[in-house]
Each structure stands twice: as C-alpha cells, then as structure tokens.
C-alpha cells in the first residue's frame, strides 16, 4: 500500500508543473552530488590506487580502508596533526570570521556612505578574486624569504634580524596562522553581507529614537544592533562553520607551493583532495573512507544547523491553489 | 519654560531636493503647534529639523534664547515619537520606557519610579512585563509616548503618531492627548497630515506645503479665513468650494459673475476688491454655510444650479450641485428632499465666504496684509 | 516620511566616525599592500613585495610581453597566453550560462509552485552546500575517466563536463538568489496572467523573468566569477590551461619571470575589479532577500 502511495505520489509530480522547471536541477544535483557520494562510498570498500580503474574496482576489501583511516588517524604522525589542523583551523576561522563581519557591518553602519561603500568593497575583494591571484598574493606577503612583505616590514622595523619561514618553521604556529589568516578574509565578507543587509533591514526610527535619547556608537551596538541581529549571528556561525569544514580551494595552493608545511597546513578535505590527486600513491580506497565520513560529519552538522535556525519557519508555502 | 523658534530655517538634502524653505516658526511655551500639509509637504522635516536629526541648511533653531541649530539631539532634552512608534521589538515594555533614562546612567531604584509613574499615567502599568509585539496598537502608541515622556522633555515631538490606528481608536485617543498635554504643560509640536485631528487638538495650526509654512493660526481663523485656496481646500472635509467669478460693477455696487448670473460682493470686501483692481476673483464658501432652497429669487444672494448627486451622510445630507459646470457641495438638513437634476438655488452665506485672487491663490485679505 | 539615505542623525561627532574609519583602515593594511604589491609589481623590472623601493623599475614591458602573447622572456613552454585567456573565458562563459538558467528555473519553482516535497527539496539545496567539495571531486572523477570518450573528442568532453560540473556547485546559491526576487514579485501579477490563460512555462518565461532582470543579472555575474576564478575543477578535469593553472604552475617554475606572471594575475583580477564598478549595490540588496524567507 505504502509503494503504490509513493508511486502515485511521484507520478503526480512528474506531471505536475514544478517537474519541468526542477527537471535540471535535479538531474544535475543526482549526476553531481548523488552520485558521486555514492561512488565515493563504492570506493572505500575498494582497494583502488592510482585511478587504475580496470584493476581494482572489482575487488572489496570490507572496511579495511576504514580500519586503515582510524589506525593513521590515532598513530600515524603525518596524519594525526591533519586532524588537530582542522580543529583549529574551524574554531579560530569561524570567530575570525562572525567577529570580523559583525565588527566590518556595524563599523560601516556608523561611517559616512562613502567610507562604508569603500569599506565594503575592500573586504569582498578576497571573496571575488581568481584563487590563484588571491593565493599568489598571500604567497609574497608571508614568503619565507627576504622578497616576503611581512618579513621586510618586521625587519626594516628592527623587530628580527632575519627572514623567518612563517609557514614551514614555525610549526604549528605559523602555517595556523597563514592558513586562517588567508581564510578568515575570504569569510568575513560573507558574515559583512548578510549583516548589512540584517541591519539596513532595521527600521531606521530605532536607531534614530535611541540618538534622541542620548545613545553612544556602543549603547546601539549593545541594546539595540546586536540583539536584532541574533537569528543572523545563528546563521552565519552554522552556515560557516559548514563552509571551513568542506573548505580546501584557497589552502590548496598555499600547499603545493609550499608556503604553508604540508602537515600542520592541511585540513581534512584538502587531506581527501591531496591523496587522490596529487599524492605521488594515490590510495584512492584511503582517501574515500576518510571523505565518507566527512560527508557524514557534514551532514549531522548540516542538519543540525538547520535545526538550530529554524528552518522549518522560515519556509513560507506559496499563495493561492493555481 | 522653553519656546521653539525656528528663523529663516532652510534644509537642502545632498540629492538636491529641497526639504523646507525659509520657515519662521514660533511655538510658545505649553503651547499645542499642529504642523498640517500633505505627505511630502516638509512636515516631518520640519520636525526633524527640531529634533537635531537633520541639521538645516542655512537659517538658526532657539530654545528661548538658546542657539541649539549644532546641538545634537541628545542635549536638546526632547521627547520624540515616531509614525511606526520605533518600539525595541527585543525589549520588554518596562525596558522600552527605561532605556532613555539608562542612556542617562540614572539609579536604577530612580528608573523604577520613573517609569511605574509615566506608565501609570498612560495607564500602560498592567503591561509592563510584555514584548511590544504581545500589545495592541493603542497600547504601543502609548509605550511609545511614555517612553518620550519618561524623561521630562521641554519639547514634546510628535510625529503623526495617530496615523497607524484605526480610525476609531484615532478619535479616542485624540481627546485623550489633548489633556495629557495641556496637564503636563509641555510645549509639543505635532505633525500630522489629518486635518481634523490638527483641528481637534491643536492651539495653533501651521499649515505646510511645498516645503513652506503657508499659514499659521488657532484652527478657528485657519479654518474660516483660509489664507489661500491651499488652505481652504485641505482644510474641512468636505472642503471649501471654490468657484471662479468675473467683477462687474452696478448702480448698487460690486458684484460677482458665477455663470452669468449675480452674487454681491460683501460690503467688507469691496474696498479689498477696489484696491486690488482685480477683474476675476475665486470665490471660496464651505459647504456648512451654503444654504439651497429649491426656489429661486432674484436677490444677488443665490445662484441657480442643477442637482448632479445627493450623498446621505446618516446626521445630515450633501448635494452636489452643478453651477454651470462647477460641482459644489453643501450640507443640507435631512429634511430637505432634492432629487438629481433638480432645479435648486444655492446661496452661500454673504458674511462667510472668502474671496481668492486667481492669480497667486491668495485671499484678499493676505494679499492687502502684504502690501502695506 | 524620512529621506531614503538616513540612516542617523546628522549631527554627530565626526570625531568618532573618523575614529572608526581609522581603525578599519588599520586592519586593511594587509590586503591594500598585498593587492597594491601585486598590480606595481606587473608595472616593474622586479617584484617590489618586499617594499624595497630601489627594486621599483617602471616598465611597461610585462604587459607588452603579456599582450604579445608570451609566456616566458626565455625558454619555458611557449604557449600562447591569449588561447589560455579564451580557455578561462569558455569555462566563466559556459558556467554563467548553465547557472542562470537552472537556477532561474528552480528558483521560480521554489518559489511560486507547491509541488511535494517542496519544503524537502529546500532543505536538500542547504545540505548540499555540507557535502564535501573534495569528496565530491573524487566521485565526480570516477565518473569522468567512466565516460572518457576518444582521444580526438578528449578536449572537448573536458571543457564540457567542467562547466557542467562547476555549474552544479553554484546551483544551490543561484536557487537561492533568484527564489528572494521571484518572492518580491506580486502574486497578482501571475495570477492575471495565469487568469489570462497562460502556461506556467510562459508565465515564467514572458512574464516573471523579465521583472527579476536585476536578479538575472546578478546570477550571471555571480555564475561568470565563480567559472573565472575556479582552479580545482580547472585543474582537475580540463586537458587545456587557464589562467589559474599556468599561474599555479609557474610560481615556482625556474623558467619564469615573476613579474609577467604578476601582470597575469592582474589581468586576471580584472573581472572581479569590473564587477564590483557594476554590481556593489547589487550585491548588498539582493543578500537582504536572499537570506530570509
């Protein structure tokens, strides 16, 4: 009874209107998120190397690869600071960037039009430029040598006397450092745009009632901007959160470069990406298992986040019965 | 004791647009100033510019003899309410109504005092404990004076804070902050766009368009001796008919021509119209004062017209009537029946009709006050 | 009625705005030297990020370099930059195009049609933006060398399937965006012309999408940046170089001649610099209605 419900149920869609407008979006969202998962799950029961597909897809290995993963993951010293790497990496980033939207949106609420519109645009630059020009120009700004511009700033101040390797001697201090520097610029614009689109949303007596009453820059931050902005504090926080965790495109070349050490510079998906594709022996079969339960780890959180924002309220049904 | 005067105050917004232009506004001390005009007339502008929210352009704003045009607001110890009432939507009421005073880092055991007193005199004490949204609009309406009240302001400002309420609450609570006002005895500025409700509570009227103050009175003399046909029209519902009329000139003296047929001037306008030389005038009578008749004599007192519609309005009556093309209204009694296209006479009252110049809108009188 | 830019009172100390003003400047510092750095380096002999001014050597020969169409002064691989412009051109293109359409469709759809599992659907389009972009590139591998087709068509199947790939991950935002115009159009509008006896599909098509213009723009412009500036699908799947690729290559390739490549990577930024001249207002109004609802 329950199949022929489902069935009538999905047969009742397809000829409904919403099916033609979904049609892409669906296929494209099985072809490339679904499916794709689903190989990566395939995989990890696999011993495949070096996408030699032919060889090893027929062959399962049971949860081998997993056993493996948890082995590297507790004993494996190149593989264990990858995990601690990642730890941090989300926690520092994510109050760098809610911190630093929070601060850029309110800051440029009490500015002058001009000053926050330069403002703005400032700050999305990080967001909007190519990842190799974006990773090019972090690579000369934190260059371990002397051509580096933080080391020649340091030392024409007469702070050090030589170049220091930030990201490969320092260790973990300086590639930390690099890794969430260079990150936390790409997030704070995304908490920026959404809470100066949240505060322009507020109606403007507010503020202008509490101005009459005497309030300070800090007395409308504290009683009246922040506490408005919560639901927006929510979102952003899960919603990055989410971002650092699958995040890898704007560390990748810090990596290969090797601006950042490749151990205390990795997180966990640049660790998936690095082992299928770049590794000299890519265990394809290791690299699945680890990014299986990445995926699982992503989607307790996402729907956790959803959860936590009340995502269920903010869906409105559409009007009328046409 | 504080007066509010505004001198040759001019407000240029960076787009261009011209907000107010040379206004000259005195509000006496406990005094109720009503500042009427359309939406967009520079009303709220001006209030603001009282406020310290929009810094004018040229021109000085005095607290008595205080120079307050580069104050800012917090030192100009106004009270201020506006349209959408600007309630914290996260604070409680209590904390709503507090929050000025906390601005001022007063002891909390004085807050206290403070607002349980304020509300209790807008009878908002039961509410206290909830959030704005929890409360009725009258309610927030009143949270929101409170709250402007809560710190003893010299200057009350209102802006059109009726105007989300409806209707019926609107007249209640009208009467209702007329005593609050003349009880607390502090100067407030008003600025609204009804026009009964500025006659109902006001001491004075200014009346505002186009970014400049057109006419300032007690509601009496804004409503019987309109300074221009602006004026007459905004004002009255239904407003003051206006009818163009050529001057002739008789054996017995001056008379106006409405559709070729005659009308008296009244004698005291006729030096006014002498003066003035003018050959065409607009005639301005309310539709309270204008008699119809269904016979017709020939008195110079009435003009001849058609019924074009009848409006029972429940206490009373309003026939519009066609004067040879014009439409104009009068209040009838009940017992009058007229059908359309009757033939009637309209007379409006000689002792209470003003006269307009057509060419700059003005009233005679103010025309002459502003020659001499 | 108050005048639209208000947004506080005008008479305020200036003293604590140009306090502010400071302080962010302060915190800026980094990102002005390192894009500054990067554009007077493609204008020099040298690379002056190491703010050594007797390294600064005006010359405009990296770009004439860069616009003949070289590579490298000497050696290296000589590949013509231009067919690595137009390679990246091809990709921003072509994920422009597929994003704009899908998500002007699915956002229509989610939007304004009741379809089961409506709510489900949005739910799903959040928790993709969970899914593991690195998982998912394994995957999406997989399937690529599944489908390989013959050498002669190699190329062209790559440039194919990154962009289809690379539009799949904007899909998502570009639902988003376009459901928070399509809620801003009244109901009634489609009501008459559904009253009027049009189809959906026309509906949409006449009527709706050319009142969200704005959003429409905003998507393509949002879709272009997105295939412009990609590097692992780029990387991963296209035969032929992009802008991205040859920078990640010749950083540290003994061959190059860093300030060429500095002049690269300005050229490259060029976009992003256009985009903003166009699309700064866009940007903050659209994310308001994005956000919510």
Redesign the interface.
Same mark, same amino acid.
């Given at each position: 009874m329950a199949k022929s419900n489902l069935f009538s149920k999905i047969k009742g869609f397809v000829r409904s209107d919403a099916f033609i407008f979904l049609l892409p979006a669906i296929i494209l969202i099985i072809v490339f998120y679904l499916i794709p998962i689903a190989v990566s799950v395939y995989m990890s029961f696999t011993p495949l190397r070096n996408w030699n597909i032919q060889r090893y897809i027929h062959e399962f290995v049971g949860f081998e690869n997993y056993w493996r993963f948890f082995y590297m993951v507790t004993h494996d010293p190149t593989v264990q600071p990858i995990f601690i790497t990642t730890v941090v990496f989300i926690v520092v980033t994510l109050i760098v960037n809610v911190l630093g939207g929070l601060g850029l949106a309110i800051a440029t609420f009490f500015m002058g039009e001009k000053e926050a519109s330069g403002t703005q645009l400032l700050w999305l630059l990080p967001r909007m430029t190519p990842i190799a020009v974006y990773s090019m120009i972090w690579y000369y700004f934190f260059h371990g040598s002397a051509i580096g511009t933080l080391n020649s700033i340091l030392m024409a101040l007469g702070i050090i006397h030589h170049p220091i390797d930030w990201g490969q001697s320092i260790i973990p201090w300086g590639p930390w450092m690099i890794i969430i520097f260079v990150n936390g610029l790409v997030g704070v614009s995304y908490g920026m745009i959404v809470f100066t689109s949240a505060i322009s949303n507020i109606p403007k007596e507010l503020v202008i009632a509490a101005r009459v009453d005497g309030a300070s820059n800090w007395s409308i931050t504290k009683n009246i901007l922040i506490p408005l902005l919560k639901w927006h504090i929510v979102y952003v926080t899960t919603w990055q959160m989410l971002s650092l965790l699958t995040t890898y495109d704007h560390i990748f070349l810090l990596v290969e470069w090797g601006l950042v050490n490749r151990y205390w510079g990795t997180t966990w998906a640049l660790y998936i990406y690095n082992m299928a594709f770049t590794a000299a022996e890519k265990d394809l079969g290791l690299a699945a298992a680890a990014g299986v339960i990445l995926v699982i780890v992503g989607a307790v959180l996402g729907l956790l986040a959803l959860k936590i924002m009340g995502f269920d309220k903010m869906v409105k049904e559409p009007r009328g019965d046409i | 004791m504080v007066v509010v005067r505004l001198v040759n105050v001019t407000k240029i917004f960076k787009t261009g647009v011209v907000g107010v232009k040379d206004i000259n506004l005195t509000v006496n001390h406990k005094e109720f100033m009503a500042l009427l005009g359309p939406s967009g007339s520079g009303k709220s502008t001006t209030l603001y510019l009282i406020a310290g929210i929009y810094k004018p352009s040229s021109g000085k704003i005095f607290f008595d003899d205080r120079d307050v045009t580069n104050l800012p607001p917090k030192d100009r110890n106004i009270g201020l309410v506006f349209q959408n009432w600007a309630l914290y939507p996260h604070m409680r009421v209590y904390d709503n109504i507090a929050f000025p005073l906390r601005i001022k880092k007063l002891p909390e055991n004085e807050i206290r005092k403070k607002v349980l007193e304020t509300a209790k005199m807008l009878r908002i004490d039961k509410f206290l404990n909830r959030y704005p949204w929890q409360l009725s609009g009258g309610q927030q309406q009143r949270v929101a004076i409170a709250r402007a009240l809560v710190k003893e302001p010299d200057v009350l400002l209102l802006d059109e804070p009726l105007s989300n309420l409806d209707a019926q609450l609107r007249i209640s609570v009208r009467a209702e902050l007329k005593r609050l006002q003349k009880r607390l005895g502090i100067t407030t500025i008003y600025v609204t766009h009804d026009q009964a409700e500025a006659l109902a509570m006001a001491d004075r009227i200014a009346v505002i368009n186009n970014g400049r103050i057109i006419q300032i009175g007690t509601p009496e003399q804004v409503y019987s001796k309109p300074a221009t046909i602006f004026v007459g029209g905004f004002l009255g519902n239904p407003p003051m008919n206006f009818v163009e009329a050529e001057i002739t000139e008789e054996k017995q003296g001056l008379y106006m021509l409405l559709s070729g047929q005659k009308l008296t001037v009244p004698k005291h306008y006729e030096p006014l119209v002498r003066k003035a030389g003018l050959r065409k005038v607009v005639v301005g009578f309310r539709p309270e004062d204008t008699a119809v008749i269904p016979e017709c004599r020939e008195t110079g007192e009435c003009i001849k017209g058609r019924v074009y519609a009848v409006e029972p309005m429940g206490r009373e009556y309003i026939v519009v009537v066609d004067l040879g093309g014009d439409l104009v209204k009068a209040i009838v009694p009940r017992s009058l029946v007229l059908i359309e296209d009757q033939e009637v006479c309209v007379c409006p009252s000689l002792e209470k009709l003003v006269l307009f110049d057509p060419k700059t809108e003005k009233s005679l009188e103010t025309l002459y006050a502003e020659k001499t | 009625?108050?005048?639209a =830019?208000?947004?506080?009172? &005008?008479?305020?100390?200036r003293r604590? &705005?140009l306090l502010? @003003?400071a302080?962010?400047l302060i915190f800026?510092i980094?990102?002005?030297? =390192?894009?500054g750095?990067?554009i007077l380096s493609s204008f020099s002999k040298e690379?002056v990020? $190491? %703010?050594?001014p007797h390294d600064f050597i005006p010359t405009l020969r990296n770009w004439i370099l860069f616009f003949e169409g070289r590579t490298a002064v000497f050696g290296g691989i000589r590949v013509n930059i231009w067919h690595i412009v137009l390679n990246t051109l091809i990709v921003a293109l072509g994920v422009s195009f597929l994003v704009t359409?899908?998500g002007s469709? *699915?956002g229509?759809?989610v939007?304004?049609? !009741?379809?089961?599992?409506? !709510?489900r659907? #949005?739910?799903?389009l959040? %928790?993709?933006?969970?899914?593991?972009?690195? @998982? #998912?590139? @394994? =995957?999406?591998?997989?399937?690529y060398?599944?489908f390989l087709p013959s050498y002669q068509l190699v190329r062209f199947y790559s440039f194919f399937f990154v962009i289809?790939?690379r539009?799949?991950?904007e899909?998502p935002m570009a639902?988003w965006l376009m459901k928070g115009f399509f809620d801003m159009i009244p109901?009634e509008v489609e009501?008459a012309a559904?009253v009027d006896g049009a189809s959906?599909?026309k509906v949409?098509r006449k009527v709706i999408l050319p009142m969200v213009k704005p959003g429409v723009a905003a998507v393509m412009l949002f879709g272009f %940046?997105a295939g412009?500036?990609?590097?692992?699908y780029v990387r *991963?799947f296209l035969v032929d170089q992009t802008?991205? *690729?040859w920078? &990640?290559s010749n950083? $540290?390739a003994e061959y190059s001649y860093l300030p060429l490549?500095?002049a690269a990577?300005?050229f490259?930024?060029l976009p *992003?610099i256009i985009?903003?001249l166009l699309a700064?207002r866009l940007?903050?109004?659209i994310?308001?209605t994005g @956000? !919510?609802?």
């Open positions: - | - | 009625m108050m005048s =830019g208000l947004r506080d009172i &005008e008479l305020r100390s604590t &705005e502010l @003003v302080t962010v800026s980094p990102l002005i030297l =390192g894009y750095l990067l690379m990020t $190491n %703010l050594n359409l899908v469709m *699915t229509y759809a939007s304004r049609l !009741k379809f089961s599992g409506r !709510k659907f #949005m739910a799903l959040m %928790l993709l933006h969970a899914f593991p972009g690195s @998982v #998912m590139v @394994v =995957g999406i591998y997989f399937l060398l599944m289809v790939a539009a799949s991950l899909i639902t109901w009501w559904l959906r599909f949409w %940046l412009w500036m990609d590097i692992i *991963t802008l991205a *690729t920078i &990640e950083i $540290n490549v500095a990577g300005t490259y930024l *992003t985009f903003f700064q940007i903050f109004t994310s308001a @956000v !919510k609802g």
